[in-house]
């Protein structure tokens, strides 16, 4: 069964700190593109910072320069650092796994953690 366990949401200031974490189970972590979407309400999921198996990462014009992905391939796990947070990120975070296989994408998402802004 594959499972994306996320955790870290909470509440912070605006202008504050949180890492969020996205453990895996069920597939071969290693191989799997990782990525980090955020849903706030009224608003479509948008993709906010993606890692490939590789390492590549791209990130979202709004977070770029605060948040940070990363994986720990040991771990199967991979973080999600959000630095210098405002009000416009709140919103459930969600992890996403990515593999390429018999022709198409095979795709599996977290359950989601909230994460609120606010002073």
């Known amino acids: 069964q594959v499972q994306l366990v996320e955790s870290g949401g909470g509440l912070v200031q605006p202008g504050g700190s949180l890492r969020l974490s996205c453990a895996a189970s069920g597939i071969i972590f290693s191989i799997n593109a990782m990525s980090w979407y955020r849903q706030a309400p009224g608003k479509q999921r948008e993709l906010v910072a993606a890692i490939t198996s590789g390492g590549t990462t791209n990130y979202a014009d709004s977070v770029k320069g605060r948040f940070t992905i990363s994986r720990d391939n040991a771990k199967n796990t991979v973080y999600l650092q959000m630095n210098s947070l405002k009000p416009e990120d709140t919103a459930v975070y969600y992890c996403?796994?990515?593999?390429?296989?018999?022709?198409?994408?095979?795709?599996?998402w977290g359950q989601g953690t909230q994460v609120t802004v606010s002073s």
């Open positions: 996403k796994s990515s593999r390429w296989a018999w022709a198409r994408d095979h795709d599996y």
